[in-house]
């Protein structure tokens, strides 16, 4: 059984099919990347799979399970984490209460644990903090944990939304353009994190530009284009598909 499946996922935007009639399956343990040009519709698809839109026609299932028209917080809790485009950090708070929220999903404490604080609070606080500091380490940003977010350079305020997804404890991770705007060392730094986690057993479902990036770190490459999927396989295969080399006409693939 696949972990992810799109099957036939539509979603109009009044006149505008966004995303059109897509199939796409990632197995466990898979990089699967999700490219094309701008507008195709790769946010979209992510927006889909993590439930802040409901598609309008056909099926998303998680381990053979149907999550249409969940919400984006049980979605989460299902094992589907994410990450975003622009950076979304709170930027006053500090690295390690960045990540506790991140964890938060996962916390059986109600709105009142936290103020009177049963010995059963206080052990599940203990294990967020062990958990998000684990998360830190993970990304290599352990000794950052008491610094406010917005003082970290730019490519570790990426990973350490990352180490934010991963709190979650999800099973697959959804990484939206995870290296835009880095610079070629936080691009290397980025790789070997993203490899390390697939050898903990997750699997990882990215959008990216970066054709470089893409192409060396992905298992499968799916080609969006004005909302239709043109092209799935390994990622030299869909480096020499001549639909793809047309979508991207004028512009770089490799
Ligand atoms: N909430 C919305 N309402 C209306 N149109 C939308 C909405 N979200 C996305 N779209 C439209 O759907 C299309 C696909 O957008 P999407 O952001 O998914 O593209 P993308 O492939 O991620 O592009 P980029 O690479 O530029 O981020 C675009 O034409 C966009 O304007």
Do not use: W
């Not at 939206?176 to 290397?188: I, L, R, T, W």
């Not at 990036?213 to 869909?238: C, E, H, N, T, W």
């Amino acid at each position: 059984m696949p972990l992810l499946e799109l099957n036939e996922v539509t979603i109009k935007f009044g006149g505008l099919i966004a995303v059109d009639s897509v199939d796409l399956t990632i197995e466990k343990g898979q990089i699967q990347a999700l490219i094309g040009p701008n507008g195709a519709g790769k946010s979209t698809v992510f927006n889909l799979v993590t439930g802040i839109y409901p598609p309008t026609s056909g099926t998303i299932s998680f381990k053979g399970q149907t999550i249409n028209g969940k919400k984006p917080y049980n979605i989460t809790k299902l094992g589907i984490a994410r990450t975003f485009q622009n950076i979304r950090l709170f930027n006053e708070l500090t690295v390690l209460d960045n990540v506790k929220i991140g964890r938060h999903c996962r916390s059986k404490a109600g709105p009142f644990g936290g103020i009177i604080q049963p010995p059963s609070v206080k052990r599940e606080e203990k294990e967020i903090e062990q958990r998000s500091l684990e998360c830190l380490r993970l990304m290599d940003l352990g000794d950052k944990a008491e610094e406010l977010a917005r003082n970290l350079p730019y490519g570790e305020q990426r990973r350490l939304e990352i180490a934010r997804a991963m709190a979650s404890d999800p099973e697959i991770l959804l990484l939206d353009e995870p290296a835009a705007g880095m610079n070629p060392q936080e691009k290397m730094v980025l790789v070997e994190k993203i490899k390390k986690i697939r050898e903990m057993g997750l699997t990882i479902f990215l959008v990216e530009h970066d054709m470089k990036f893409v192409m060396g770190i992905s298992d499968r490459v799916a080609v969006l284009d004005y909302g239709k999927k043109i092209a799935d396989g390994p990622p030299d295969a869909v480096q020499k598909n001549p639909e793809v080399i047309a979508a991207y006409l004028g512009k770089e693939v490799i």
